[in-house]
């Protein structure tokens, strides 16, 4: 079946490029470093290009492939890498598309790592970059310069919620023929498709909504046209970026519950969004699907659901904030996300520590604000827990 023509739900089960054997109804794991060719002329082929089939695993393999075809599909791009981690995704945009001379313009509040090896490692390669508040777009005009080769969105960006408009950003940027990459992380294609609101590239840590189960680490880079892909294959397989075959199994199987879990997880959060913002030890809750929320009109624009990720802060701020984050009993205290456990964590002195105080504050990170994942337990067990958690605060 041609999984480009199915709807949503029928891509997450069957999209793929692993061939059925032995009538298995999941593909099989090919748990190989190598792969034998027939003859000498054969393997010489396959080196050159003048032939397909499959080589050595860091070049490629068939659980790669096929977890690859899925989010091209998913995603509705050109085609797609999978990295070791979400990291490897995000380096592997960096190092195909930026070097020597080039600038980089980034929302201020990204992933903390994602924006701290840009500014600590990659100017000793010659790259610039400026992190600003991109929510608005007039900021974005104002930092492009001569050299500017790529905008760096990640929205909604991590912790802050903090939305950029991805259609109009993309207009501008392509105004100046700036590549822009979405890290979509927090929506899967699932919530937001922004190759179909023009960007060139969507990035994923696939070891949060895309796997879900908290049981692998892993990344991923789709690209629209066929220039971009051979960009990211190059890196990927030269600096060695790629996937394991075992790893992007279990990610290709945690991938066919996603809607379900982002469903199920969504209903909770819009529910525990609502009962911390009406409770009396809690100063603000930013929750896309809050009638609160400031860019209520962009969610509608762009995103098919609110997701299930939250920031909060009480009113006792962070010593308040840590008396709640030591006394949960259900939800995780932990970082990471976008499974199907309830995680809290405390960005300013984890996620994001690797940013001065400066930065935290400019990107809207204060000490006192608490990230919550909502997971898929029992809703009223969320709550129940959260609530027994914030009479310690
Ligand atoms: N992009 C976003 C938006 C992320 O949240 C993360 C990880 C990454 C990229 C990097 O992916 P990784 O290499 O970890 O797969 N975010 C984390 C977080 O918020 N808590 O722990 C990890």
Not at 182 to 205: E, M, R, W
Not at 284 to 299: E, H, M, N, R
Not at 304 to 313: D, I, Q, T, W
């Amino acid at each position: 079946m041609d999984t480009k023509k199915t709807g949503f739900n029928s891509k997450l089960i069957h999209s793929g490029a692993v061939e059925e054997s032995m009538g298995s109804a999941v593909s099989p794991i090919y748990q190989t470093s190598t792969f034998k060719f027939e003859d000498a002329d054969q393997g010489a082929r396959r080196f050159q290009g003048k032939e397909g089939g499959y080589i050595y695993t860091r070049l490629g393999n068939p659980n790669l492939d096929d977890l690859a075809t899925a989010l091209t599909d998913l995603e509705e791009g050109y085609g797609a890498v999978v990295t070791s981690s979400g990291m490897a995704a995000v380096n592997d945009v960096y190092m195909a598309l930026l070097g020597s001379g080039d600038h980089m313009i980034s929302h201020n509040a990204v992933y903390g790592p994602s924006r701290g090896i840009m500014e600590t490692f990659y100017p000793k390669y010659g790259v610039e970059s400026t992190f600003i508040d991109c929510s608005d777009i007039e900021n974005i005009k104002r930092s492009i310069k001569p050299n500017t080769r790529l905008l760096y969105l990640e929205t909604p960006a991590n912790p802050t919620l903090k939305l950029t408009d991805i259609e109009a950003a993309s207009k501008l940027a392509h105004e100046h023929n700036i590549l822009v990459c979405v890290d979509n992380t927090f929506c899967s294609p699932y919530l937001q498709k922004p190759l179909k609101l023009g960007a060139d590239i969507v990035l994923h840590s696939m070891t949060k909504f895309i796997n879900g189960h908290a049981d692998i680490v892993g990344g991923a880079v789709i690209a629209k046209t066929k220039e971009i892909l051979d960009k990211l294959v190059y890196v990927m397989k030269n600096v060695g970026f790629n996937m394991d075959p075992h790893q992007a199994w279990l990610t290709r199987r945690g991938l066919k519950t996603m809607a379900i879990r982002i469903e199920r997880a969504q209903e909770n959060a819009i529910k525990v969004a609502e009962f911390l913002e009406s409770h009396p030890k809690v100063k603000w809750v930013l929750y896309p699907g809050l009638d609160s929320f400031p860019q209520k009109d962009l969610v509608e624009k762009q995103m098919a659901g609110p997701g299930a990720m939250m920031s909060f802060e009480l009113k006792g701020g962070i010593v308040a904030g840590k008396q709640v984050m030591d006394h949960v009993k259900l939800a995780l205290l932990a970082v990471s996300l976008g499974g199907i456990e309830t995680l809290i964590q405390h960005p300013a002195s984890m996620t994001h520590a690797v940013l001065g105080q400066k930065e935290r504050m400019e990107a809207g990170i204060s000490d006192g604000l608490v990230r919550l994942s909502v997971g898929i337990e029992d809703v009223e067990d969320i709550i129940t827990d959260l609530d027994q958690a914030l009479s310690f605060a």
